[in-house]
């Protein structure tokens, strides 16, 4: 643990000021831009359908999203190291509100000839990365100015805050077509009006982070000059050398590939069974709620408890929830509570390991290994996104629910092996 002296900037009352400050404006921003992250999670998948008239296309299509996500975290990371959160993030919104604009075109041109509509759809699911990728470093600038012993919690709340936009998003269908009748556009067009103006509202709100908490702290950190300051490659090998850091990136990348695998094609497998476009909407939502809903009761247990153990939790509740969903069949109710316990697993893993990876590594690396892990998890989540449609085509809904408990369990002996983990950071 570290001494008081070593932790003493972080309750100055002027920082402990900034930092109130920044947690407000991060989780206004997580609403308003959760509520266009939440809209693609189902309407994106089925105007990709529509679009490709492909189960497996959509499948890719809504990969790019992921792909993108991964692409973009460790630039990003990169300008926050030099011009600090409020510029990388603000970029990355404004660009995912580009996305939302292109899904509206994507949608209204969808059943015309040509490539066209193919384009639009791609970049608007693609860019839309980008705002995937600032909700995910979000959380870590919840933690730039916060002292160690409430480094989960704060870093959950912002999470939390993710809760009611995403819950909202995807639930966009019906008040979205009425919308799309009123402006005179096609059905799908509506949701993603109502998310381009979110998440012109998200950058908005992060362009008031004014002081700057990660430039804040940097006037209070000192890192030794003899300390490496390279890439982030050179940044992430050194961090791999370290039993948490590396026990954190694993755990977060299983869960999110699996999160995601499962995730993106349920919409298509609840619509072979008849589910409409609202009870896809509903499960999408309650699975949601089980991602971000209870992140503060995580964030308060990792923080007392220990990370291990709430990681190990989080792994023993992806294997349930891949179990009931995959023996759902064409019970939209278990789908549903499969679901459920997919997000809620998920954010047993997310919120310690981010927490574990944070205090982990020097501080000089700090922000690009934050950086690089969300790149990790992206790449690995893109690999399941666009492997979900020809796996549900090939083996079915329970057979991807199957090699996803398969990803859980190749995890667990890094996690049971962990030996004594290095003490918190102290910055």
Do not use: K
């Amino acid at each position: 643990m570290p001494s008081p002296e070593q932790t003493v900037w972080q309750h100055e009352p002027r920082v402990t000021a900034v930092q109130r400050r920044t947690l407000i404006l991060l989780s206004a921003a997580q609403v308003l831009g959760g509520i266009g992250f939440g809209a693609g999670l189902s309407v994106g998948i089925l105007l990709a359908t529509q679009v490709t008239r492909s189960e497996g296309w959509a499948g890719v299509a809504r990969t790019s999203t992921t792909v993108v996500a991964a692409l973009v975290a460790i630039p990003l990371a990169v300008l926050a190291a030099r011009f600090g959160r409020r510029v990388s993030l603000g970029l990355a919104w404004t660009l995912a509100t580009t996305g939302s604009a292109a899904l509206v075109l994507a949608a209204q041109i969808a059943q015309q000839p040509g490539t066209l509509p193919t384009v639009a759809l791609i970049y608007g699911l693609g860019i839309s990365g980008a705002g995937s990728a600032a909700s995910l470093q979000s959380r870590y600038a919840a933690t730039d100015l916060s002292a160690p012993e409430h480094r989960s919690r704060q870093l959950s709340l912002v999470v939390w805050a993710t809760t009611v936009g995403t819950v909202l998003g995807p639930n966009l269908g019906a008040p979205g077509e009425a919308l799309a009748g009123v402006l005179g556009l096609a059905p799908m067009a509506g949701p993603f009006v109502i998310a381009t103006v979110m998440q012109a509202l998200a950058t908005a709100a992060i362009l008031l982070l004014r002081p700057d908490p990660l430039l804040l702290a940097g006037t209070f950190t000192h890192v030794d000059p003899h300390t490496p300051r390279s890439g982030t490659g050179p940044a992430m090998a050194r961090a791999w050398r370290l039993s948490g850091a590396r026990t954190a990136l694993v755990a977060m990348c299983a869960a999110h590939t699996v999160m995601v695998g499962v995730m993106t094609m349920t919409p298509v497998h609840m619509d072979h069974h008849g589910a409409t476009i609202s009870i896809v909407g509903l499960t999408i939502s309650i699975h949601v709620l089980g991602m971000f809903a209870f992140s503060p009761l995580v964030g308060i247990a990792a923080d007392r408890y220990g990370r291990l153990p709430l990681i190990a939790a989080g792994g023993g509740t992806l294997l349930a929830a891949t179990l009931v969903a995959g023996l759902a069949g064409a019970s939209m109710g278990w789908v549903t509570a499969g679901l459920f316990l997919l997000g809620v697993g998920w954010s047993l893993v997310l919120v310690p390991a981010s927490a574990l990876l944070t205090e982990s590594v020097p501080v000089a690396d700090r922000t690009r290994v934050q950086g690089g892990a969300d790149a990790a998890m992206n790449v690995s989540a893109a690999i399941g996104a666009a492997g979900s449609g020809p796996l549900l085509g090939l083996i079915g809904f329970a057979g991807l629910n199957a090699l996803s408990a398969a990803i859980v369990l190749a995890a667990v002996p890094l996690i049971i092996g962990a030996r004594r983990l290095p003490a918190r950071a102290s910055s």
